[in-house]
């Protein structure tokens, strides 16, 4: 279930900047940026003199999406209610669809054209003058593109964007851990009911920056909480999600990132009885173990005696993650709860002993 759009990015006021969002916004009174992070969207259009042209690129389309409602939104409050929208696939018409542009609406004074660009490549390039040529007041354009390769962002038709005076483009890069949670906090903001801190770091993990996820479970939690000032505690979370499966599976990862194998066994024990797939909890510790392996992760507190802070051989962790995934879609081997079981015993120590 969908829900409204999501904030674009986190908090700038109490988080670090993201590695990628190294370019400060101009003063609005003065000439439009050439190019925005994500967050500063909203004070963009806020300004006294907001571009009239906006190229919106970025992998998760999600938020992509929610940026170029953002702009819908702007242009709604300045009087421009109609919108037409263009797919752009391989196949599209360009010459038919800027003439169509250039005549106009004939029931409208104003209308805001948006490009969801599908395809990419040397026609764009030349088509960029035209389509910025045919920006008017009366006449914004928005075109979103799902693509933050570096052939996309060096292509002529990028550099189009870039170099005109009244156009702006807005990088929607993903978040990384730490700034998801940020992420999360500020998008459960308007649940009808404030969420508790343990209900608040379970959605964090169960939606794993899955921008999708977070807003499908967001909506629901909006559709079925009956508003109050109380607190949603993570049990009611659970039941208002009614994923007790997959949930549980992130509270399973989290005992064994920390080193704690008996609540690991324990919590292993009661997925195989409420009858989880177990691949499912193998691809969730797969995807957590991958972001807490990679330099850019998070790391673990310091004195955590945990999987990571003691990890010995990553490269020797994630071959067996491997092997048991490879044994799991074959059929071969140990049957799957076992094999998960041998797994953890062979990661963390037995209780009272130190090491992995």
Do not use: C
């Given at each position: 279930m969908?829900s409204?759009?999501l904030p674009?990015g986190?908090?700038e ?9 190294r ?10 940026p ?6 500063t969207l909203?004070?963009l259009?806020a ?10 690129v970025g992998?998760?389309?999600?938020r ?6 953002l702009v ?7 009087g421009?209610v ?7 696939d391989r ?8 003439a169509?542009r250039a005549?106009g ?17 040397a ?9 910025l040529?045919?920006?008017?007041e009366?006449?914004p354009?928005?075109?979103?593109a799902f693509?933050?390769?570096k052939?996309?962002r060096?292509?002529a038709?990028?550099?189009h964007?870039e170099?005109?005076?009244?156009a702006?483009v807005v990088?929607i890069?993903?978040?990384?851990p ?5 992420y ?14 343990e ?5 964090t ?5 899955n921008?999708q996820a977070l807003?499908?479970?967001?909506g ?6 009956a ?5 949603l505690?993570?049990?009611e979370?659970?039941t208002l ?6 949930l549980?599976?992130f509270?399973?990862?989290?005992a ?14 009661v997925l ?7 691949l ?6 797969t ?5 807490e392996f990679?330099p850019t ?8 005696r ?5 990890a010995?051989?990553p490269?020797r ?6 092997r048991?995934d490879r044994?799991f879609k ?7 709860w076992?094999?998960?079981?041998n797994l953890?015993?062979a990661?963390l ?5 130190s090491?992995?």
């Amino acid at each position: 279930m969908s829900s409204g759009p999501l904030p674009l990015g986190y908090d700038e006021r109490v988080d670090a900047p993201h590695r990628h969002d190294r370019q400060a916004p101009r003063p609005a009174s003065g000439p439009p940026p050439v190019k925005v992070p994500a967050p500063t969207l909203p004070r963009l259009l806020a300004g006294t003199s907001p571009p009239l042209a906006y190229l919106l690129v970025g992998s998760e389309v999600p938020r992509v999406l929610d940026g170029a409602e953002l702009v819908r939104a702007h242009f709604r409050a300045h009087g421009i209610v109609e919108r037409e929208l263009a797919v752009a696939d391989r196949g599209f018409d360009w010459e038919a669809w800027l003439a169509a542009r250039a005549n106009g609406s004939l029931f409208a004074a104003a209308r805001l054209s948006e490009v969801r660009l599908l395809e990419s490549g040397a026609p764009l390039g030349r088509l960029a003058p035209r389509l910025l040529a045919s920006v008017t007041e009366a006449s914004p354009l928005v075109v979103t593109a799902f693509s933050l390769e570096k052939t996309f962002r060096t292509s002529a038709f990028y550099r189009h964007w870039e170099e005109a005076g009244h156009a702006v483009v807005v990088e929607i890069w993903p978040l990384r851990p730490r700034e998801w949670t940020a992420y999360v906090a500020r998008a459960a903001r308007d649940l009808p009911r404030p969420l508790a801190p343990e209900a608040l770091a379970l959605l964090t993990r169960a939606s794993e920056d899955n921008v999708q996820a977070l807003r499908d479970a967001l909506g629901r939690l909006r559709l079925l909480t009956a508003p109050g000032t109380e607190p949603l505690s993570r049990e009611e979370v659970v039941t208002l999600l009614d994923d007790e499966p997959r949930l549980g599976a992130f509270d399973f990862v989290e005992a064994v990132l920390a080193g704690d194998l008996r609540t690991a066994l324990r919590r292993l024990a009661v997925l195989e009885r409420l009858g989880t797939e177990p691949l499912l909890v193998l691809g969730a510790l797969t995807h957590r173990l991958r972001a807490e392996f990679l330099p850019t992760g998070p790391r673990p507190p310091p004195g955590r005696r945990g999987l990571v802070s003691s990890a010995g051989d990553p490269a020797r962790r994630w071959r067996d993650l491997v092997r048991l995934d490879r044994a799991f879609k074959t059929g071969r081997g140990l049957p799957p709860w076992r094999a998960l079981e041998n797994l953890v015993r062979a990661w963390l120590p037995p209780p009272g002993r130190s090491g992995v």
